[in-house]
């Protein structure tokens, strides 16, 4: 009997070094001093020269970086969403990913058995999902540029998926950094917008230079405050953060708020009705196991909590970018 080809299953054994020699890389800065030898690099670094070779020539293999002859140089791809400085760049949820995410996930087995996150587990303590996001300064910056590279990515995207040049201002609740209200105001020019976010995103957003003139930064908990006035609401990377019962209890809140003929734009990664694929949003449902109480969702489910709260015409677009699109009419 002719045995299956292994080749998968290695792929998948190799799969978390490839991710973590990005993640040492972009920890160590190394996508911010190239073009630079190994030598001088390692002697900026402070870091063992041998050991640093085999980093970078890594990166070289991973197809991040390129040689000249001693010298090595950022490819396009590093130049555009590794580097700090770059305005695409998507270090904030590689760093978040390295100091959070990947030791979250070194405990699934106990996740999967129990049905919680792995917060207490993993770094002790006690506290509200946020707060660990938010432990530190460094910690929030780090997740919100992240959620900011991964919205530059999907945000364009998600608000060309329906017409919304009938709206004519826009609230997105835990909006963050407004990539996906300024994408929203560069797409239909009558609509203005507000980002509703908690008092530390809202200062920190602030600090980042979104344009006033198309976006007003609200602090406020829109499970716990009254929601801004508007006519189209936006929740991104947020309902799959939570339960089904806290679900419920903001999109009811969000659907009161809204006027007759206003709508809600979710921003999720979609699963197929019947739970097959598409392989990101298991990935990233399994990702919300570790670290919050919800999980990713078939636009089914959406659209039962949806239709629950009062919403009606729940329709959903697949966008090709990280994140789906769905949109709920009041």
């Given at each position: 009997m002719k045995l299956p080809s292994p080749l998968r299953i290695l792929e998948l054994i190799d799969a978390f070094r490839r991710s973590k020699t990005m993640f040492a890389a972009v920890a160590l800065g190394v996508f911010d001093r190239v073009p630079v030898d190994c030598a001088t690099l390692a002697r900026e670094l402070d870091a063992h020269p041998g050991a640093l070779?085999?980093?970078?020539?890594?990166?070289?293999?991973?197809?991040?970086?390129?040689k000249d002859g001693a010298v090595y140089r950022n490819r396009p791809v590093a130049e555009t969403y590794l580097r700090r400085s770059s305005p695409h760049t998507m270090t904030g949820y590689i760093l978040y990913s390295n100091n959070a995410l990947f030791r979250l996930w070194a405990n699934l087995e106990d996740a999967v058995r129990e049905g919680t996150p792995r917060w207490e587990q993993t770094f002790g303590g006690r506290g509200a999902l946020f707060d660990h996001f938010f432990k530190t300064d460094e910690a929030m910056r780090d997740f919100l540029m992240g959620m900011n590279g991964f919205g530059q990515l999907s945000s364009p995207a998600?608000?060309?998926?329906?017409?919304?040049?009938?709206?004519?201002?826009?609230?997105?609740?835990?909006?963050?950094?407004?990539?996906?209200?300024?994408?929203?105001?560069?797409?239909?020019?009558?609509?203005?917008?507000?980002?509703?976010?908690?008092?530390?995103?809202?200062?920190?957003?602030?600090?980042?230079?979104?344009?006033?003139?198309?976006?007003?930064?609200?602090?406020?908990?829109?499970?716990?405050?009254?929601?801004?006035?508007?006519?189209?609401?936006?929740v991104g990377r947020i309902l799959h953060d939570w339960g089904d019962g806290k679900v419920r209890r903001l999109l009811r809140k969000i659907h009161d708020r809204l006027p007759s003929g206003g709508a809600l734009l979710v921003a999720e990664r979609l699963l197929a009705g019947d739970k097959s694929g598409p392989v990101g949003a298991h990935m990233q449902s399994l990702n919300m196991l570790v670290c919050t109480e919800g999980k990713e969702r078939t636009l089914a489910e959406y659209r039962g909590l949806l239709e629950e709260a009062g919403f009606r015409e729940v329709e959903g677009r697949i966008t090709g970018a990280p994140l789906d699109a769905v949109l709920a009419l009041r």
């Open positions: 070779e085999r980093l970078l020539d890594a990166s070289v293999g991973l197809k991040l970086l390129r998600v608000v060309e998926a329906f017409d919304l040049s009938r709206f004519h201002r826009l609230a997105d609740l835990g909006g963050a950094t407004g990539h996906l209200a300024l994408a929203a105001c560069e797409r239909y020019p009558g609509l203005r917008a507000v980002v509703f976010d908690l008092p530390r995103v809202i200062d920190y957003a602030r600090r980042i230079g979104i344009q006033p003139s198309l976006v007003e930064f609200l602090a406020g908990d829109f499970f716990e405050d009254p929601l801004p006035e508007a006519d189209l609401f936006a």
